[in-house]
C-alpha cells in the first residue's frame, strides 16, 4: 500500500478512535465475550465528494475448517421498503429532495459483550515495520458495516425511531428510506425547506446527521445551508441510477467488458454485475442471457474455456455492447385514476416479456418497468410461454399498484396469443397461473 493511500487509511482509524466509534482493546475486556479478529481492507471510490476511501472489515472471512462470524449471525428480517417500490415512487414525484444518513451504520451502539468479536489489528507507527510491537488492537463500539445483520439492526433502529414521530415526514421516510438514502417529495420551494427542517430535527432526535441534501428545483439547492447541500457538478448516483438533477433526467450505468478468459463463471459475472432494477436494459441483457443458456446446455464446468465458435459469438455480442445509453426523462407524471396503464407482453421460442406503460390524459407515454425471462432448456410451447409473459405482466401491475397505494387504476393488457388470451377468459383449471391471471 502506498505511503498517501496508507496515511488516509491511518486518519480514517484515527478519526474513528477520537469519534468512539472505535476503541482500544486492554487487558480486562478479555474477560467479556468471545474473542475475534476481522480482517480489513480499503475500498476507495473516486466519484464520492463526502467518503472516497471507506475500510471494509471482512465478517465473511475464515481460516480453513472454521465458520466466519457472518456465519454463526442471525441475518435478521428483511425490513428494507422494496428497492424497485422507492424507485418507482422517485419517478412519480415531480419536486424531489434527496439526502443521506451520515456514516449511518457507525451510529448504533454495539453492545459491550459483543464488541469482542469486532477486534482488529492496525499499526502503531505506518512508517515502521510490522512486528509485534507496532500492533496495536482495537474493537468496535459501533455497528460495522460488513457485518451480516447490520443492514437489519440499522433498518429496525430507524423504523422504530421514525415510528415514535408520528408525523406525515416520518410516514414518508418509512416508505422512502433505503439503507442510507433518503427521497422525499414536495411540493415546492417552501415545502421543501420546511421538509428539511424536520428530517434535520426528526435525525438530530437520534443523534444522527443527514447531509447532501439535493433537489430537481434549483431554488431549494440555492437556499439550503452549505454545510447539508450536496456538492454535486452534473451527476448524482441515487440508488444505483445516475442522476443529472438539473435536467431532471436519469440513466442507468453499464458496466464495460474486458478482455478475461473466458469461461461460464467469467460471463456469467459480467451479466450478472449489470445493474437495472427497472427493466431499461431488458433488450439489451436478453441476448447475453441467452449465450450463457447456451453454455449450460452444453455442460461446460464453471472455469472450462468456451470453444472457438463460442468465442467468436461472445466477441460480436461484446462489440455491439453500448458505451452510453439514451437519457431518460426522471418524472413519469404521478400515478392517479387520471392515467392509464398499458401492458406490452410477448414471448418467442427463446424468451418471453412484459413492459408496462403510463399512458396519462395529455397522450404522453412513458415506460416504467420492465421484465423478461429466458425459456425453460427442457423446452415450453409458444402458447405456455405466451402466458407466462401475461403472468409477468399481470405481477408487475399489481407490484406498482401495490408500491403506489393505488386502485381502479383503467389497465390494458396487451397479447398476440389467441390461445393464451383464451385461456385467460375460459379461466381453464388444468392450466397452470390462469386463476391468478
Same mark, same amino acid.
Given at each position: 500500500?502506498?505511503?498517501?493511500?496508507?496515511?488516509?487509511?491511518?486518519?480514517?482509524?484515527?478519526?474513528?478512535? =477520537?469519534?468512539?466509534?472505535?476503541?482500544?482493546?486492554?487487558?480486562?475486556?478479555?474477560?467479556?465475550?468471545?474473542?475475534?479478529?476481522?480482517?480489513?481492507?480499503?475500498?476507495?471510490?473516486?466519484?464520492?465528494?463526502?467518503?472516497?476511501?471507506?475500510?471494509?472489515?471482512?465478517?465473511?472471512?475464515?481460516?480453513?475448517?472454521?465458520?466466519?462470524?457472518?456465519?454463526?449471525?442471525?441475518?435478521?428480517?428483511?425490513?428494507?421498503?422494496?428497492?424497485?417500490?422507492?424507485?418507482?415512487?422517485?419517478?412519480?414525484?415531480?419536486?424531489?429532495?434527496?439526502?443521506?444518513? #451520515?456514516?449511518?451504520?457507525?451510529?448504533?451502539?454495539?453492545?459491550?459483550?459483543?464488541?469482542?468479536?469486532?477486534?482488529?489489528?492496525?499499526?502503531?507507527?505506518?512508517?515502521?515495520p510490522v512486528n509485534e510491537? =507496532?500492533?496495536?488492537?482495537?474493537?468496535?463500539?459501533?455497528?460495522?458495516?460488513?457485518?451480516?445483520?447490520?443492514?437489519?439492526?440499522?433498518?429496525?433502529?430507524?423504523?422504530?425511531?421514525?415510528?415514535?414521530?408520528?408525523?406525515?415526514?416520518?410516514?414518508?421516510?418509512?416508505?422512502?428510506?433505503?439503507?442510507?438514502?433518503?427521497?422525499?417529495?414536495?411540493?415546492?420551494?417552501?415545502?421543501?425547506?420546511?421538509?428539511?427542517?424536520?428530517?434535520?430535527?426528526?435525525?438530530? #432526535?437520534?443523534?444522527? =446527521?443527514?447531509?447532501?441534501?439535493?433537489?430537481n428545483d434549483q431554488e431549494?439547492?440555492?437556499?439550503?445551508?452549505?454545510?447539508?447541500?450536496?456538492?454535486?457538478?452534473?451527476?448524482?448516483?441515487?440508488?444505483?441510477?445516475?442522476?443529472?438533477?438539473?435536467?431532471?433526467?436519469?440513466?442507468?450505468?453499464?458496466?464495460?467488458?474486458?478482455?478475461?478468459?473466458?469461461?461460464?463463471?467469467?460471463?456469467?459475472?459480467?451479466?450478472?454485475?449489470?445493474?437495472?432494477?427497472?427493466?431499461?436494459?431488458?433488450?439489451?441483457?436478453?441476448?447475453?442471457?441467452?449465450?450463457?443458456?447456451?453454455?449450460?446446455?452444453?455442460?461446460?464446468?464453471?472455469?472450462?474455456?468456451?470453444?472457438?465458435?463460442?468465442?467468436?459469438?461472445?466477441?460480436?455480442?461484446? =462489440?455491439?455492447?453500448?458505451?452510453?445509453?439514451?437519457?431518460?426523462?426522471?418524472?413519469?407524471?404521478?400515478?392517479?385514476?387520471?392515467?392509464?396503464?398499458?401492458?406490452?407482453?410477448?414471448?418467442?421460442?427463446?424468451?418471453?416479456?412484459?413492459?408496462?406503460?403510463?399512458?396519462?390524459?395529455?397522450?404522453?407515454?412513458?415506460?416504467?418497468?420492465?421484465?423478461?425471462?429466458?425459456?425453460?432448456?427442457?423446452?415450453?410451447?409458444?402458447?405456455?410461454?405466451?402466458?407466462?409473459?401475461?403472468?409477468?405482466?399481470?405481477?408487475?401491475?399489481?407490484?406498482?399498484?401495490?408500491?403506489?397505494?393505488?386502485?381502479?387504476?383503467?389497465?390494458?393488457?396487451?397479447?398476440?396469443?389467441?390461445?393464451?388470451?383464451?385461456?385467460?377468459?375460459?379461466?381453464?383449471?388444468?392450466?397452470?397461473?390462469?386463476?391468478?391471471?
Amino acid at each position: 500500500m502506498k505511503l498517501q493511500l496508507l496515511s488516509r487509511y491511518n486518519q480514517t482509524i484515527e478519526e474513528q478512535l =477520537n469519534s468512539n466509534i472505535i476503541e482500544k482493546v486492554s487487558s480486562e475486556m478479555n474477560e467479556v465475550g468471545i474473542i475475534h479478529y476481522l480482517p480489513h481492507h480499503e475500498v476507495i471510490t473516486p466519484n464520492k465528494t463526502t467518503t472516497n476511501l471507506r475500510i471494509v472489515y471482512d465478517a465473511s472471512a475464515h481460516c480453513k475448517g472454521m465458520k466466519s462470524l457472518n456465519d454463526v449471525l442471525y441475518r435478521g428480517p428483511i425490513t428494507l421498503p422494496d428497492l424497485v417500490g422507492v424507485l418507482l415512487r422517485f419517478r412519480t414525484m415531480k419536486n424531489v429532495i434527496i439526502a443521506d444518513v #451520515e456514516k449511518a451504520f457507525l451510529q448504533i451502539e454495539l453492545h459491550p459483550t459483543d464488541r469482542n468479536c469486532t477486534r482488529f489489528l492496525w499499526l502503531k507507527d505506518i512508517r515502521s515495520p510490522v512486528n509485534e510491537e =507496532n500492533v496495536s488492537c482495537y474493537r468496535f463500539q459501533r455497528v460495522p458495516f460488513g457485518i451480516v445483520s447490520s443492514p437489519f439492526l440499522l433498518s429496525a433502529t430507524l423504523n422504530y425511531h421514525l415510528e415514535t414521530c408520528k408525523s406525515k415526514i416520518a410516514l414518508e421516510l418509512r416508505k422512502n428510506l433505503y439503507v442510507d438514502n433518503i427521497i422525499i417529495p414536495t411540493k415546492g420551494t417552501n415545502e421543501a425547506l420546511s421538509n428539511y427542517k424536520e428530517i434535520k430535527i426528526i435525525f438530530n #432526535e437520534a443523534s444522527m =446527521n443527514v447531509r447532501e441534501f439535493l433537489s430537481n428545483d434549483q431554488e431549494v439547492n440555492e437556499k439550503l445551508p452549505v454545510q447539508d447541500r450536496a456538492v454535486v457538478s452534473s451527476i448524482k448516483k441515487i440508488l444505483g441510477l445516475n442522476w443529472y438533477h438539473k435536467q431532471d433526467i436519469i440513466q442507468v450505468t453499464l458496466k464495460p467488458w474486458f478482455g478475461k478468459k473466458l469461461t461460464k463463471r467469467i460471463i456469467l459475472q459480467f451479466v450478472a454485475s449489470q445493474y437495472d432494477p427497472l427493466g431499461f436494459i431488458v433488450p439489451i441483457l436478453i441476448r447475453f442471457k441467452l449465450f450463457l443458456q447456451t453454455l449450460w446446455k452444453k455442460n461446460l464446468s464453471w472455469d472450462q474455456t468456451i470453444s472457438e465458435e463460442d468465442e467468436t459469438t461472445w466477441k460480436l455480442l461484446t =462489440n455491439e455492447w453500448p458505451k452510453k445509453l439514451k437519457d431518460l426523462p426522471r418524472f413519469t407524471k404521478n400515478c392517479s385514476k387520471q392515467v392509464q396503464f398499458h401492458v406490452f407482453t410477448d414471448a418467442s421460442t427463446a424468451a418471453y416479456s412484459a413492459a408496462l406503460y403510463i399512458r396519462t390524459q395529455e397522450r404522453e407515454v412513458f415506460l416504467v418497468f420492465a421484465k423478461s425471462r429466458i425459456a425453460p432448456i427442457k423446452g415450453m410451447s409458444i402458447p405456455r410461454l405466451e402466458l407466462l409473459a401475461i403472468l409477468i405482466g399481470v405481477r408487475m401491475v399489481q407490484f406498482v399498484l401495490k408500491q403506489k397505494e393505488l386502485e381502479d387504476v383503467i389497465t390494458i393488457l396487451w397479447s398476440d396469443s389467441q390461445c393464451a388470451l383464451h385461456w385467460v377468459h375460459n379461466n381453464i383449471s388444468q392450466v397452470n397461473k390462469t386463476q391468478l391471471i
